[in-house]
């Protein structure tokens, strides 16, 4: 019994390895058109990257204005420090002791 499903396995190997090796087989006129196909498809995205690369570089130009521009506005505002430093020095002098005496009478 061991022997013949021995045959058997080898007779489904054999058939198998018949079949992997005649569908791998192709035209090669299919080839050749394959071959064709893939090249134009090479070509347009070729083309593609192109127009992208001419892209990216206006756009890295248009950055380049604007962070300029950034610049240069920043440059132009005044320094709001001393009216902070106002401002808290007015909280600490009149405000700190209300804000205490409103709290605690609302967590009454």
Known sequence: MK???K??????AV??????LTANKGSKKQFKKDLKDNKKKLKEI???GKQLKKEK?????EVAKSEAKVKET???VKSTESAKKTVSDFEKKYRKNKFKKSVKKAKK
Not at 7 to 12: F, K, P
Not at 15 to 20: E, T
Not at 57 to 61: F, L, N, Q, S
Request: glycine share 12%; hydrophobic share 45%.
């Open 3 to 5: 022997k013949f499903w």
């Open 7 to 12: 045959i058997i396995l080898g007779i489904g």
């Open 15 to 20: 058939i198998a390895g018949i079949l992997v």
């Open 46 to 48: 070729k083309k593609e």
């Open 57 to 61: 570089k206006k756009i890295k130009e």
């Open 74 to 76: 920043k440059s132009k």
